[in-house]
């Protein structure tokens, strides 16, 4: 029997087309897989929506050419998260599919129909011990450069790329690759993800005040599925509890969504991320190149990063296991989508976190009127961090921390 695929495609429209699943693909091609399929005159990605046996009307049959990804882009809970968008807002179901995926996995700005492909680089990784001096001198008795390649790469962990044992410790190419043929090391082609922050100074945060601690308990007392407003004047420490109740949700095996305004996206804000979950943040925002929001959003997807941060796109960011969503300065207009399709981030965050079952956190020192009705309603639970946290205690928590980072 031949199968056949719903094809949602990102243009103006809400009725998907229906392909013939070709059988090479046919262990591919899943719901929310993006494919190749050709429109008319030309070829491009859609997102499959359904799966059926029926045929399209005859003289229509036409097949889907390619299939470029391992495994579905979109998860279930995301398809119905694009659903409600289309729903709620009143837009077609193709336009608010195109907001679920970075434009880059679209064809981009490059032109490439699959999107900009992953970047890989070459390591090398030691595959035998040799513990005692002796040994050493038995494998490299006629090879000094190629011990002191041996050792530097053991100084590293066992594995390090090869451009960097090239360009920084000045190891030539054939003494590593006298490593792989003596036995004692391999040489893999593995995935390196562009990551403009990846080399950010962080340093751990502070430790959390009286009135931090007493929101926290607040928070992690409260029922998953009721939203919660932090409200919280200027300097009142709210960031750091959004942190921490980060954190236990991460140690416990989830993920998390960090919403910030874009004019707050700033490195500094990356910093004090990263100076909690080290490498497992992905930031998503319009600053990026297409291939960076292409290589983070694979990072979230496959589970590599557990951790997104970003302004209002990135409450589609497909983060495994999500357990929390932050909407810091919930207040402001910029989580507004001007064009279409057009959402409130905020709303989003409400109902993917009922999809999902994650707790969702707002925070802001002037709470927008909606949120407020919907304190006023019972619907949202409020927490206040009423006191700014001194200047003094201020400056001794910075200084111990700068203190741990040295």
């Known amino acids: 029997m031949t199968l056949f695929a719903d094809v949602l495609l990102p243009l103006s429209v809400s009725t998907p087309y229906r392909y013939a699943v070709p059988d090479a693909l046919s262990q591919r091609v899943v719901t929310g897989t993006r494919v190749l399929v050709p429109v008319r005159r030309r070829q491009a990605l859609g997102v499959v929506a359904g799966l059926g046996s029926e045929p ?24 119905r998260l694009g659903e409600w968008l289309s729903s709620y807002y009143g837009c077609p179901r193709g336009l608010s599919l195109r907001a679920l995926l970075p434009g880059a996995l679209w064809g981009g700005r490059s032109g490439r129909v699959a999107g900009p492909p992953e970047r890989t680089e070459r390591t090398i990784t030691l595959v035998q011990a040799l513990p005692s001096l002796l040994e050493r001198e038995r494998a490299f008795s006629r090879s000094p450069k190629r011990r002191a390649a041996y050792e530097a790469l053991e100084a590293l962990g066992g594995t390090a790329p090869l451009r960097h044992l090239v360009a920084q410790l000045k190891l030539g190419p054939s003494v590593l690759t006298g490593l792989v043929r003596q036995g004692l090391a391999r040489i893999d082609q593995v995935a390196a993800p562009r990551d403009p922050f990846a080399d950010l100074a962080v340093a751990p945060p502070p430790e959390l005040t009286a009135d931090q601690r007493r929101v926290m308990d607040e928070i992690l007392a409260t029922p998953v599925a009721t939203p919660i407003l932090i409200e919280g004047v200027t300097g009142s420490g709210k960031t750091l509890v959004y942190l921490e109740v980060l954190r236990s949700m991460v140690e416990s ?37 297409d291939a960076e929001r292409a290589d983070a959003w694979r990072a979230l997807r496959q589970g590599k990063k557990r951790v997104a941060v970003g302004a209002r796109s990135a409450i589609f960011a497909p983060v495994q296991r999500l357990a929390v969503i932050v909407v810091d300065e919930e207040h402001e207009p910029s989580y507004k989508q001007g064009t279409a399709p057009r959402y409130h981030a905020r709303d989003a965050a409400l109902v993917r976190g009922q999809i999902e079952g ?45 203190a741990v980072a040295a």
């Not at 500094?268 to 080290?278: C, I, K, L, P, S």
């Not at 009705?373 to 009423?386: F, I, M």
Request: proline share 8%; glycine share 8%; charged share 20%.
């Open 56 to 79: 399209p009307a005859a003289g229509t049959e036409r097949a889907i050419l390619a299939a470029p990804d391992a495994e579905p882009a979109l998860s279930p809970e995301l398809l």
């Open 253 to 289: 095996g989830g993920g998390a969504i960090l919403l910030v305004p874009e004019i707050a996206l700033t490195p500094q804000t990356v910093a004090r991320v990263r100076g909690v979950f080290g490498d497992a943040v992905a930031v998503l925002h319009s600053g990026l190149s």
């Open 358 to 402: 994650a707790r969702v956190l707002f925070g802001s020192a002037t709470p927008s009127l909606e949120l407020l009705h919907q304190v006023a309603d019972g619907s949202v639970r409020r927490v206040e961090l009423p006191r700014r946290i001194a200047a003094a205690d201020l400056a001794r928590r910075a200084l111990a921390a700068c």
